[in-house]
């Protein structure tokens, strides 16, 4: 009886060494997937095309102006969406918009991260003075894109002694 139960725990020892050796096989082989997906697609942190990068794409050149001297083109995200109510004449509509910066040079740009919560105060003021009714026509999102930029600009130039943003860039922009 003593002679079963060996065999039977021998019998089991060699299936479990089996198991064992088939499970580090398929980890190993996951994570030398992950790893080169990683290594091949990018980790996703790369920063979006510039202006700069993107006009030597398509051939075009950029306008020779006092922006285009200051350095490359950059965007500064938001951290977050802006969402809002506005009232329109049926009905009052809920709209979320992504906006990003346009910035030219480093320096401007380290000056719109450090001023973030102004830069949101300010946009947020400007889109509360909007109803459903603009923001439903291509015209009106451009006429609030401009009154953005120009606060923004007023905002900035107040405690940076320079305008910083070059243009306010909706990202995504949702009405319901």
Avoid: C, W
Avoid at 72 to 82: D, E, G, T
Avoid at 87 to 111: C, F, M, S, T, Y
Avoid at 147 to 166: F, H, I, N, P, R
Wanted: glycine share 12%; charged share 20%.
């Amino acid at each position: 009886m003593a002679d079963d139960n060996q065999a039977d725990l021998q019998i089991e020892e060699g299936g479990s060494k089996k198991k064992l050796i088939i499970i580090i096989a398929v980890v190993v082989l996951l994570a030398a997937g992950g790893g080169g997906y990683f290594m091949f697609a990018g980790g996703g942190d790369s920063a979006p095309a510039t202006l700069d990068q993107e006009a030597g794409a398509s051939g075009e050149a950029l306008p020779a102006g006092p922006s285009a001297q200051l350095g490359s083109a950059l965007y500064v995200a938001m951290p977050r969406p802006f969402v809002f109510n506005v009232p329109g004449a049926a009905r009052d509509r809920v709209v979320q918009i992504k906006v990003q910066l346009l910035v030219r040079g480093e320096g401007n740009e380290e000056a719109a991260k450090k001023h973030i919560p102004l830069i949101e105060s300010t946009l947020l003021s400007v889109f509360a003075g909007t109803n459903a009714d603009e923001l439903s026509t291509a015209a009106g999102k451009e006429s609030l894109r401009d009154e953005a930029v120009v606060k923004v600009q007023e905002a900035l130039e107040g405690v940076e002694s320079s305008k910083v943003v070059e243009r306010v860039l909706f990202t995504g922009f949702v009405m319901q």
